[in-house]
């Protein structure tokens, strides 16, 4: 008498993994895998820095917001430093990407029209961004914000321009 084959696929995130054999291999394999693969996976988020892109909207409601013609920034400049004034447009420009807009980066010409300062200040804030990682400038000499610079606009930067415009 010949023991029936079991199948059974898990699918965890990105992770499939299919088990074939008895029912007790099947069993004891699926075991193994939630006891090893999932907590393995959960440490390695861990330490994956992300974007989790619906906080960040939520977050930035009422200061950026995404237009058809493109994202734009919904408070007063006066009110902000200019590396806020110019993180606020980058992230603008990556949720307009995410949400499906064509690029996730903006121009030095965009970005100073964006500031309105001249070209000398854009430039030395824009390196200043560059120099703390919270900007990269792309091979075409564009600039977009890094994971980093989320984050920290998030913790740090977002909660003081959310206190200074009351």
């Known amino acids: 008498?010949?023991?029936e084959q079991v199948t059974a696929t898990i699918k965890y995130q990105e992770t499939e993994q299919t088990f074939t054999g008895d029912a007790n291999q099947v069993w004891t394999s699926i075991n193994k895998f939630f006891?090893?693969?999932?907590?393995?996976?959960?440490?390695?988020?861990?330490?994956?820095?992300t974007v989790d892109i619906e906080t960040l909207i939520e977050d930035c409601k009422n200061i950026i917001a995404i237009a058809p013609e493109g994202p734009v920034i919904l408070v007063s400049k006066q009110k902000l430093t200019d590396n806020e004034t110019l993180t606020l447009h980058l992230i603008a420009a990556y949720i307009a990407n995410k949400l499906g807009q064509p690029k996730?980066?903006?121009?030095?010409?965009?970005?100073?029209?964006?500031?309105?300062?001249?070209s000398k200040i854009t430039s030395t804030r824009l390196g200043e961004l560059i120099r703390d990682g919270n900007a990269t400038k792309t091979q075409e000499g564009n600039y977009k914000i890094t994971t980093i610079g989320i984050k920290r606009f998030q913790e740090e930067a977002l909660p003081e321009i959310i206190q200074k415009l009351g």
């Open 35 to 49: 006891s090893e693969i999932i907590p393995a996976l959960d440490t390695v988020k861990k330490a994956i820095l």
């Open 1 to 3: 008498m010949t023991k």
């Open 104 to 118: 996730d980066y903006l121009t030095k010409e965009e970005l100073q029209s964006g500031l309105g300062k001249n």
